[in-house]
């Protein structure tokens, strides 16, 4: 694409981006138009994967259970890596004007939430993807630039916004890490060991039901730990909790793997060792931050009750 279509000409799709663009790819990711599928008995990431998250897992917890500017410190780091990744995803051609229009409303939105403008928030995260979408003139680039732009920068606003409610913000964001962690760890072994019939493979090669199973399960299981952590005796809610949330944030990690296939990536970057990119790494936290949000949105006295916190 060159400048004249990245401001708003025409858009040829291209899976696979010329050599001088590959050169704007920082974290040195391949771009493949039909990634292979790795086998399932092949353990060589597991090694990175658990060094990152040795890493990753304090990092997150502490900027959490601190709160204010180390969480927003941390939501906005986030933000920026995946504004880049969804740039070179979506625009691999055009991402020196993709990135800057992604950043600004990214970290705009997040900005204003850790200021608790939570309306700002939502109406500036709208105004930049209306804004960077008028650079595109076909339908579905359209769809993709805003609708990427909405899919980065919502989760985040929204994390902010669940850890601020009082007085059960640190429980329920605790209770996010810990079931989609569960449910992420489950999955992946589950299907590396026990493998069988593919849930999308058209989708993603390597995601199996035995994998989205025990990775349900695990959730299930992780929701009864918080009622136990938590004190609380509502233990089938907590299950039913623990399973919405591990289903819903297993069903993001498969979006984002039909997001990959459709843009013809393996991964958004390798800026995580054994993970991939920051999209790959908390896609199913995302969706389930989503799913919170609403519930609590819609409910605002379930966290409350769940964790012993309100009358």
């Not at 850890?163 to 890490?177: D, H, I, K, N, S």
């Not at 498969?254 to 993970?275: M, Y």
Request: aromatic share 10%.
């Amino acid at each position: 694409m060159n400048t004249g279509a990245a401001i708003g000409g025409s858009e040829p799709r291209t899976q696979k981006p010329p050599h001088d663009a590959a050169a704007l790819d920082l974290t040195g990711s391949e771009m493949n138009a039909a990634p292979a599928p790795a086998d399932r008995h092949d353990w060589s990431d597991l090694g990175l994967r658990i060094l990152s998250s040795i890493i990753l897992i304090p990092a997150g917890l502490f900027a959490a259970r601190a709160g204010g500017p180390w969480l927003a410190g941390a939501a906005g780091a986030a933000v920026v890596a995946m504004s880049y990744e969804w740039a070179r995803m979506s625009e691999p051609n055009g991402i020196r004007f993709a990135f800057p229009f992604a950043l600004a409303g990214a970290l705009g939105a997040v900005m204003l939430a850790s200021w608790r403008e939570w309306g700002l928030a939502a109406g500036w995260l709208c105004l930049c993807a209306a804004a960077s979408a008028t650079r595109r003139r076909s339908a579905s680039g359209i769809v993709e630039t805003a609708g990427g732009l909405l899919y980065i920068g919502s989760p985040a606003a929204v994390f902010l916004w669940l850890r601020a409610r009082a007085p059960e913000g640190w429980e329920t964001v605790l209770t996010l890490f810990l079931v989609i962690w569960a449910a992420d760890v489950a999955a992946y072994f589950g299907g590396k060991l026990i493998g069988g019939p593919k849930v999308a493979e058209g989708l993603s090669p390597n995601k199996t039901w035995s994998g989205i199973i025990a990775g349900a399960f695990s959730g299930c299981a992780a929701g009864l730990g918080c009622a136990a952590l938590f004190g609380s005796h509502s233990y089938g809610a907590w299950a039913g909790v623990g399973l919405a949330l591990a289903f819903t944030g297993l069903m993001g990690d498969l979006f984002e793997s039909f997001l990959k296939r459709r843009f013809g990536v393996k991964d958004a970057s390798r800026l995580i060792p054994g993970h991939g990119g920051v999209l790959d790494r908390i896609d199913g936290l995302m969706a389930a931050t989503l799913l919170t949000g609403a519930v609590l949105a819609l409910w605002p006295p379930l966290s409350a009750f769940l964790t012993g916190a309100g009358p």
